[in-house]
């Protein structure tokens, strides 16, 4: 069996070296009189600059599925099989989680690195999702009153807060609706790091660790495609709630974490394949993606949400579902991150800030459809750029609020915190530095 290493594996953590006073950030949080205290840095998961582009992307179509059937435009023109699809964006979150969150652990089981903290994983994941929601739960429902079918009494208030209203099928379709798949990440929180800790076990070899992965990966894939098959065939209120749990979306975050595989894999092993690393290959991946989008809107599967699928078309719209969010995400995870038009566009400012804040969008961007449609009672009727255009500005401009009001004073707590149990000491930092891509950045 291999020796764990008392610090993070290189190929997890970015540039890790002593932050002293000639660094401002050092001055910020290490010395509140700007005096050198030569500690080292907190080590920090490997960062990927395009992917606040991704979360973008993501956002805009959810905003854009929601906005298009509320005015009408998914049921009355043709490009509505197009926009009905669009719900493809939950999967996109699904698997930018699942490769985000695994690759420092994905990196330190091959390098026999040490593993993150699981106690401050799920602190870190709880600052991070929990605050803005009850925020934003609290504000849309007992301040604006959108959802007038909200449950009362504190037991569904608890339910409401602690995200298990997808477990209660009398509860799962009230409150922020869509907030369901914030159950699901939370469900996946929870498992990870312990699913983590099992797929370890007894290590010997870097090599044997890639082949246990990689079968561990395909039972989750398995699992979750096998149990959506079965669930599809049961027509029962909790097996249609079902199909949001965890276990359901296996496939989902499977093949991100095979994306973390095999980064982390390559960076261990310091490979560049070349296709991996040519410049065509992100229109060629986009192309792919693009492809099975069009393919999922030809299926013939109803324009109408929360449509119960036949198994087969259920089936292959999850597949296709993970597969062009898979596609999706290559370029952002191999290849030279600061080249090409792609890249570029991803870690554009604008697309980059809309990424920051796409969390606050995705929790209130529904209550600004149903506000504006109860403003001006045009459910169905109003035009699509319209309604697409008033819900992102205040959607943008709320989640703003949430962002420099409540997330970020929070995320600083949450940064603090770190990811590892201890710093590394200065050698092993230096190693890490040297093992570190120049390409590399802080993670923020």
């Known amino acids: 069996m291999v020796d764990v290493a008392p610090v993070p594996a290189p190929e997890a953590v970015d540039d890790v070296r002593a932050e002293?006073?000639?660094?401002?950030?050092?001055?910020?949080?290490w010395s509140r009189h700007g005096r050198p205290t030569h500690q080292p840095a907190a080590a920090r998961p490997r960062h990927f600059p395009c992917f606040d582009g991704l979360r973008a992307i993501a956002a805009v179509l959810i905003v854009?599925?929601?906005t298009s059937?509320?005015?009408?435009?998914?049921?009355?023109?043709?490009?509505?099989?197009?926009?009905?699809?669009?719900?493809i964006g939950v999967s996109v979150f699904f698997l930018i989680s699942g490769f985000l969150l695994y690759r420092p652990?994905?990196?330190?089981?091959?390098?026999?690195?040490?593993?993150?903290?699981?106690g401050k994983f799920w602190v870190r994941r709880f600052l991070r999702i929990m605050p803005a929601y009850w925020l934003a739960f609290l504000v849309t429902n007992y301040g604006?009153?959108?959802?007038?079918?909200?449950?009362?009494?504190?037991?569904?208030?608890?339910?409401?807060?602690?995200?298990?209203q997808v477990y209660f099928p009398s509860h799962a379709l009230t409150g922020i609706t869509q907030a369901w798949s914030l159950c699901t990440?939370?469900?996946?929180?929870?498992?990870?790091?312990?699913y983590a800790m099992i797929v370890t076990r007894r290590r010997r070899s870097d090599h044997q660790q890639l082949i246990r992965e990689l079968v561990a990966l395909s039972g989750l894939f398995a699992t979750g495609l096998g149990l959506r098959f079965w669930l599809l065939h049961l027509h029962s209120p909790l097996a249609y709630v079902m199909l949001e749990w965890l276990p359901a979306c296996f496939d989902l975050?499977?093949?991100?974490?095979?994306?973390?595989?095999?980064?982390?894999?390559?960076?261990?092993r310091r490979a560049t394949p070349r296709w991996l690393w040519h410049p065509v290959m992100p229109w060629v991946s986009w192309l792919v993606a693009l492809g099975l989008l069009w393919v999922v809107s030809h299926l013939g599967v109803s324009r109408s949400p929360l449509e119960h699928n036949t198994p087969g078309r259920g089936m292959a719209m999850e597949l296709l579902y993970g597969l062009f969010a898979f596609f999706l995400l290559v370029p952002a995870v191999f290849g030279p991150q600061q080249r090409g038009v792609i890249r570029g566009v991803l870690r554009w400012k604008p697309v980059a800030a809309l990424g920051v804040v796409s969390y606050g969008v995705y929790l209130w961007h529904q209550a600004w459809v149903d506000e504006y449609l109860r403003w001006t009672g045009a459910l169905f009727r109003v035009p699509l750029p319209e309604l697409f255009g008033v819900v992102v500005g205040l959607a943008v401009a709320t989640a703003a609020a949430s962002y420099v009001f409540v997330e970020r004073p929070i995320l600083g707590l949450k940064d603090r915190l770190g990811w590892w149990s201890s710093r590394p000491h200065m050698a092993s930092s230096c190693t890490a530095a040297r093992s570190t891509r120049a390409t590399s950045k802080a993670v923020r």
């Open 105 to 118: 652990f994905a990196a330190s089981h091959f390098a026999g690195g040490a593993a993150p903290s699981i």
């Open 185 to 194: 990440e939370i469900a996946f929180y929870l498992f990870l790091p312990l």
């Open 144 to 164: 604006m009153h959108i959802d007038r079918k909200v449950h009362p009494g504190w037991h569904s208030l608890l339910i409401y807060l602690g995200l298990l």
């Open 64 to 66: 854009v599925v929601h």
């Open 69 to 87: 059937f509320a005015s009408g435009f998914t049921v009355r023109s043709w490009v509505g099989i197009y926009t009905a699809r669009l719900e």
């Open 253 to 268: 975050f499977a093949l991100g974490m095979l994306l973390a595989v095999s980064s982390s894999w390559l960076a261990h």
């Open 20 to 29: 002293t006073t000639d660094h401002p950030r050092a001055r910020r949080w």
